[in-house]
């Protein structure tokens, strides 16, 4: 009796896991206005699909995204595979009327960007772009006290998304540092998702400043390609991508911005470190510790001020009563499994939610802005 | 054509949902010796067990734990109801021949505990008790340097489990304040964990001495019993278990133990900071920071020591490398799957894995001796 | 024209070095009601205190203790000698009128400690037992909002003293683990610090139970007495103190206790970690991080509650406002110039500040029930 | 009998109290190769440098700087006093022959700087610029570490000065935020530090790109410029200098920098964060607990890596072995009395130590360049 969507899913490795979990987990912890049906998962290698399929629950797999995206009974796309592949399938995903999750990037240029987004505008379908950093608990409730006034005025976005699994220069070169592949290297892979959170919680930039680096220029390509082979020689291969991407700014409103990217800081595995600075108060995140806000209120008496370390595992924190008691934390998959949440929502609403397409574009226009900076070494207007 | 195990679950509320969960995922994110059927599950409640069942997929519900225990096609029997009720469920479970996965406290006292443990003797059925903390990541790191020698002679063990979802006087005398339902308050509830990740990490207690005590002796009575009402009386009623039981003593192996439990610390939602200390090295963890361990090394070079803080999601650390790369954290929920997973190849090769019933009752001894202990305000031997 | 006290000092090594800084520093940063001049030093070595005094500044310097007590142009004795000299010391300064400050402990036992707080009654003397983490900002602060009532009822104090000098079992038996000489070990050396902190901060203990170990039985005697030889040979010495001492117990006013002090965890070098929890609020104390108190405010929102990181630095808490613009931290010598600048200010006053003689003999009451209740295995009631 | 120097200090406020705490302390603590003699103190106001005079110890007071620069029984000259006036001081006492200590910065500008350094070049005298956060015990592990190759090649040095004391729009335009008396705002005062620390532990900046912000344009003025009247009208005046200085850049061994110094980061009272990450190892320091090292070892075992919390109070650690025991910690001021032990031993050595007036001015080029690009809007060389 319950209203069902069918799902189709397209891509099936990193971000297919992710998104199964998802979608297998949404209904059980939330009450959605539709039960989602793992109905189609796709993939073009045969015998990957299917294990996944198996794997995961999905009714039926097959190895053509046509297959998906044209089949009559499936309401929802969602697109995780490789970057150069999203315009074309979203675009023939919204002509049939599917709405759409996409994983991030929205597409490899600006221009492609602007395709699917005017695909969307005029199919009407619900479409979203997959910013699951967006729903973290922590994140929710930094938006919520920002949009409530209670920072004031912001003065300050700082944010760096540091990681380290590159520093080795023996870690081959794998496709993500291969530019023709992966597009960019750290700069679209992890700055995309700092400046997502800078316009989710502060506002739209009005102009940067940035510089990007490749600190190690040559790898071993990988042993598929003929490096590191067997004999222990190794071939080497140029590195296309920049190791790291920094870049200074400015918001509309005013805010300064500099954020930073990087693959070469050891130690920082996952960490996203965020600092907001207002008039009336200061916020941290760290994704290390996703579960936690800190918060400076200046408002607090004068000898009992400081940050406080809030666990955002109350019954009155987003998304956290429909998990587990206070103090009982949760993970990164859950990021993905409040995507979807909200998604289903929106596509039995028939009314998109944020971050939409429209916000990936505008992401995409803020990275070309700061690769064009580090190029032409000048400041750029966005 | 994979193996498959036919799981009945009795219970389906809070631990209910957990294992559900845990259910689930497990053959989703491990290789399991043979897939879990989530088969059947059983509460009272026929409305609310079919809606459970729905939920989560369960393929039939019942009413009746015994048409579960006596189902020939059910494998496993995953036990998560009231307390009171482990003992009967359990016995006649291992009687009919399947393996028991059973909530924690095994029983209401020592006496029923050594008659589960015999039942499972006796029928040699795979037996384990979830005491789901053990198979933190973090913590099965901990037991890994401990069992390696890393941290040399333990001199002590020093651990506090402390919430606060009771302080405010107003809080209405739901069962787990009331003895004749809940056994024990604080102590039964959450001093369990941390004596048994006592037992895990360092071994046996061998004399303790405790006190435990009451705050607030008299609370309203939850509506449903009179309290609370629409007119604004409130009914009170006893409170007859412990807010806080502490105790200090001794292991076996010399090391010397602290532990203390309490719901009566603001700010402590689900704390259980637990410290280690031998004669090569400290560890520390804190369970509201679960995906880290901190550990200390005195074989650093002298002018770098300082406790590390590990985070414990790399692929060399135990379960991580099923979930997210480094840096992407796990939640509470994780260590019910882990259980799971565990316990499914426990019982495909036929051989329980810690915890067993046997550690459940080593628990519930420790338990009582503490108790005893805070009547009789002597010293007691285990 | 500003007055002056004239300050003799007896014992020149560690206390005498923290103490001699603080007569130096005191009115240098404090507006005294006198200023302290650094009169006379006493020592039994000649050499040694003479180049003490040389070195700080004292005006002459003294062997024998008598010439200080018995100076008439003396107003102020500062005992830092071995613990078995205070009494003796103290009793006859009382009888010569002078003001007296005393490091902790106060006595040997709990006898001796009466008849101190005799003398000084009996002459009506100045006195200030030197625990001088009293005055540590970040704890004076705790006192404020526990007296202004911000914590509600106080729970549970909760606290460690833990150290990591004597870990090494080559460590020689000095003379701190000779109780010939100590008295006790980790007990009077620094479990009286936080039980001091715990009568300054919560109450009275009304009753204790504790344990105490020894975990190395014998240690190479030091160089001097024929251990650790350049020819290598080891003559062992047995330890005849603690090695660490914890005890649970209850205060007059309801609340409970758990202290626990240890020379042996590793990685904790001058730890004294406090937790005092009420029904208002929490607060937490670091003495590696003095300059800050973690406070939970349940009063907060619910949405943003958690532990404030205060950093105790600002013109507006106690002491801070003489040292340094917000956010430049004091260190541990701070608080013997905060303790030596009120006793100053006490000593023209005519009227003895916190914590007096009378503490310090409370402290020892605290400590000697402690011992008991280790020997007998039994509660003591204080 | 032991080699004296005789101090003439010129300026006595914030600064002249941190020295003379320094110049009384120095020799109290650390063995020096003479002893300094606090001879003189210099302040145009005869009241309130006789007042400093006194309560410090200083022997005579003065106030005109020529009487001490021209005094031939002084040794050294060192200088407190606003930063217009450093170079004419400084000149005079270098061709007076006085070894010479000069608070940072340098002086007004690149050229003045530059006469300054020609100056004691010249006249061969010891001359030190007061960057005292060399001498904080952790940055001089780092360094340590650094230059023994443990953290190897640089990638990246991150840091951020944060303070939050003018917040406030009602904060009166004090001295500090007009441009004419001040120079810059938080770019010369702030910005100047981390800067230093840069230089001292990664190197010289090759070249930057920054961008200044003033937040807040117009600010009542202070009550003796006719602000903040009685009436409680407000006049107002323009803030002519920067509220916040950021930029990115590089370093010539090709590091990448990104520093960033505001006065608007609410909660961060004196906030220095510093990161490094190099191929082997990353390091990380903030001043609010100057006391502690994170470290993070490549090296370590992959199960076991993780950020090391260095306390920096053992007695291998530089300068901390002339203090308290390990876990003692110490302070803002004590950075002051290390800059003054060595400043001591290098003048009885003849031989100057690093920070030298050539790192000021090195400063002072990064600072113009800097400005230029946050003004020009483009990249500047250094």
Redesign the interface.
């Known amino acids: 009796m319950a209203k069902t969507l069918n799902v189709g899913m397209i891509g099936y490795k990193f971000m297919g896991k992710?998104h199964?979990?998802a979608w297998?987990?949404a209904?059980?912890f939330f009450d959605l206005k539709a039960r989602p049906i793992m109905k189609m998962i796709c993939g073009r290698d045969k015998a990957g699909v299917s294990q996944a399929a198996f794997?995961?629950g999905w009714d039926q797999f097959v190895t053509d995204w046509r297959d998906v995206v044209n089949d009559p009974t499936i309401d929802i796309v969602d697109i995780n595979t490789p970057n150069d592949t999203h315009a074309e399938i979203a675009i023939a995903a919204a002509k049939a009327g599917k709405a759409i999750l996409c994983e991030k990037p929205l597409a490899m240029d600006v221009k492609q960007g602007k395709q699917m987004v005017d695909a969307v505008k005029k199919s009407g379908v619900v479409n979203m772009i997959c910013h699951n950093y967006r729903r973290i608990p922590a994140l929710v409730?930094a938006k919520?006290?920002i949009e409530a006034g209670d920072l004031g005025t912001i003065?300050?976005y700082?944010a760096?998304y540091?990681?380290?699994?590159i520093?080795d220069p023996n870690f081959p070169l794998v496709w993500r540092l291969q530019s023709k592949i992966a597009g960019s290297g750290t700069h679209g892979d992890i700055n995309a998702h700092i400046i997502d959170i800078a316009r989710y919680l502060v506002g739209e930039f009005s102009e940067v400043?940035?510089?990007m680096?490749t600190?190690i220029k040559e790898r071993p390509l990988p042993t598929e390609q003929g490096g590191l082979s067997a004999t222990g020689s190794k071939k080497m291969g140029k590195v296309t991508v920049d190791d790291?991407a920094?870049?200074?700014?400015?918001f509309k409103n005013?805010a300064?911005a500099?954020l930073?990217a990087?693959r070469?800081?050891?130690?920082?595995?996952?960490?996203i470190q965020v600092?907001i600075?207002?008039?009336?108060?200061?916020l941290y995140f760290d994704?290390?510790?996703?579960?936690?806000?800190?918060?400076?209120?200046?408002a607090?008496p004068?000898?009992?001020?400081?940050?406080?370390?809030?666990?955002v595992?109350?019954g009155?924190?987003a998304y956290a009563n429909h998990?587990?008691?206070?103090?009982?934390?949760?993970?990164?998959?859950?990021t993905f499994v409040h995507t979807v949440a909200d998604f289903v929502n929106a596509v039995v609403d028939k009314r998109s939610v944020q971050p939409t397409f429209a916000d990936g574009l505008a992401n995409q226009v803020v990275l070309e802005a700061v690769e064009k900076s580090a190029q032409t070494?000048?400041?750029v207007k966005i």
Chains 1, 2, 3, 4 share one sequence.
Not at 277 to 282: A, L
């Open positions: 992710a199964s979990n297998l987990k209904d059980k794997r995961w409730q919520k006290m003065f300050h700082r760096r540091a990681q380290d699994w520093v400043c940035g510089q680096e600190f790291t920094m870049f200074i700014g400015k005013g300064l500099n930073e990087t070469f800081a050891l130690g920082r595995k996952n960490g600092e600075n207002g008039s009336k108060g200061s994704f290390e510790d996703m579960n936690r806000l800190k918060y400076y209120n200046e607090d004068a000898d009992r001020r400081g940050f406080r370390d809030i666990l595992t109350e009155t924190h998990w587990w008691p206070p103090g009982h934390i949760i993970g990164y998959e859950h070494r000048k400041w």
